[in-house]
């Protein structure tokens, strides 16, 4: 997920909707642990509504998503039409602050490669969260073999950090070093850390973090 105005990344995301399910499992059941079924959940990224799909699973009902790509708005309508799916399509979510008890971000960090777009992104999670709220963050830090370190040293000159490469079809993906990802979520307290064995959209093994953090109250 970028900033609706990229509109490259929103292209490739249009086309991958059709043509690829989305790979990158968090371990959900994790909030059961700090919320209430009833509470208000933002799925910030949500695509086609899988992560939703499993909160339904665990018991949480009032569940929202938001996504930039509009063919992945339209087929999680299609496929999962009881669910709350919006298009997002402006410099803001048109949500009112404090709205949610909690939020995820669930491989969208990967999509976005500027550090300022990305520092915005959390900003706005923040904004949208009640005092207290979580949020539940997903991605892929950096990868140690080869393949990838290749790839981050050929594009690092182009995109002016290591980390972002080109992937098939015209999309820019990054992998985090962990201390970026510290530095994104230093405003919250971090209350669960989980090293996950996971799958990449092109269905390469790889290895993703999982945070659970708390806003201040």
């Known amino acids: 997920m970028q900033h609706p105005g990229n ?3 929103i292209a490739y995301w249009d086309t991958v909707a059709g043509a690829r399910d989305c790979t990158l499992e968090p371990p959900l059941d994790v909030l059961l642990e700090y919320l209430p079924k009833d509470a208000k959940i933002l799925d910030f990224g949500c695509g086609y509504g899988r992560s939703l799909v499993a909160l339904a699973g665990l018991g949480f009902s009032d569940l929202t998503g938001f996504d930039p790509s509009p063919a992945m ?3 999680g309508k299609r496929e999962h039409p009881e ?3 919006r298009l997002f399509d402006a410099p803001a979510l048109p ?3 404090g709205s949610f008890d909690a939020a995820l971000l669930v491989g969208v960090l990967t999509a976005v490669a500027e550090d300022e777009e990305q520092r915005r992104l959390m900003t706005e999670l923040r904004r949208a969260l009640r005092p207290g709220g979580l949020a539940l963050v997903c991605d892929f830090p950096l990868q140690g073999d080869a393949r990838n370190r290749e790839r981050y040293e050929r594009y690092a000159a182009k995109y002016g950090r290591y980390g972002v490469f080109e ?3 015209g999309g820019v993906a990054r992998h985090h070093d962990p201390a970026w990802l510290d530095a994104l979520t230093s405003g ?3 209350l ?3 090293t996950l064995d996971a799958v990449t959209l092109t269905g390469k093994p790889a290895k993703a973090i ?3 953090v708390r806003k201040p109250d």
Do not use: N, P
């Open 7 to 9: 509109a490259g990344q």
């Open 73 to 75: 708005i339209a087929r």
């Open 83 to 85: 669910f709350d799916l």
């Open 95 to 97: 949500v009112a602050d």
């Open 167 to 169: 992937v098939e079809g």
């Open 188 to 190: 919250f307290e971090r």
């Open 192 to 194: 669960h850390t989980l």
């Open 210 to 212: 999982s945070l659970v």
